[in-house]
């Protein structure tokens, strides 16, 4: 379960995700290795499936609550153990390691931040892997207790403020981004982190370092000291 929050609506919202692996899909093959300290021997293989569930839980001042479904997947992990150096006892595959191969989707698989969409619902940011490709992220609304229309951004963006037009500050792979509901990107300013959301739709951020404090305006540009 990643941070939850309470929204502009009156809702707490709570992203997590769960996982069940058939037992009957699991296996693993131990082989006879002689000597046992043959270096680059194969010792076992594995396999397995996996089916991923990503939710958000919807929580009412009067305690009811709502199971959401972000995204469900699926995921075949299948893999084997190599000896490298001397076998001696223990736990298993001690000096050896394992080479995965993945396939399918593991939805959540980078947890979810959630921000208020003023009081309408929330906003959730996420990623997903496909086996051993580089994650996929998405902004996902969830308005009324149902998912909106998901969209795919080139990059993680965190929403951390809403501006006073309804779009989002937050943080990306390059720094301090302005981004709307959608993912598009409208400005990025490297090495600020925002703070504090100002009445003209600016937000007042700070350096990395902590040293520097300074207000940026609705287009990222620094406004004059």
């Known amino acids: 379960m990643s941070s939850g929050i309470i929204a502009g609506d009156g809702f707490a919202y709570f992203p997590y995700s769960y996982s069940i692996s058939p ?51 699926a995921e ?5 153990c190599i ?23 593991n939805p959540g698989g980078g ?22 490709n580089p994650p996929v992220h998405h902004l996902t609304p969830i308005l009324g207790g149902s998912v909106g229309g998901t969209a795919i951004t080139a990059s993680l963006l965190t929403p951390v403020l809403q501006a006073q037009d ?22 990025t300013v490297p090495n600020f982190s925002p703070r504090i959301a100002t009445a003209d739709g600016g937000v007042i951020a700070q350096s990395f370092d902590g040293l520097t404090t300074i207000t940026f305006d609705t287009s990222g540009n620094a406004s004059p000291p």
């Open 23 to 73: 037992l009957a899909s699991n296996q693993k093959i131990c082989y006879q290795v002689d000597p046992p300290w043959t270096p680059d021997a194969v010792t076992e293989s594995y396999s397995g499936h996996v089916d991923t569930h990503f939710r958000v839980m919807r929580v009412g001042t009067d305690g009811s609550s709502q199971e959401i479904s972000v995204r469900d997947g």
């Open 166 to 187: 309804g779009s989002f500050i937050g943080t990306s792979d390059d720094g301090m981004s302005g981004f709307d509901q959608s993912g598009n990107v409208k400005w």
């Open 76 to 80: 075949d992990v299948a893999g084997y």
């Open 111 to 132: 947890g979810g931040q959630l921000i208020s969409i003023a009081d309408q619902g929330a906003l959730l940011s996420w990623s997903e892997t496909y086996g051993l």
């Open 83 to 105: 000896n490298q150096e001397p076998f001696t006892g223990g736990a298993e595959c001690p000096f050896g390691h394992f080479n995965d191969a993945q396939s399918g989707v």
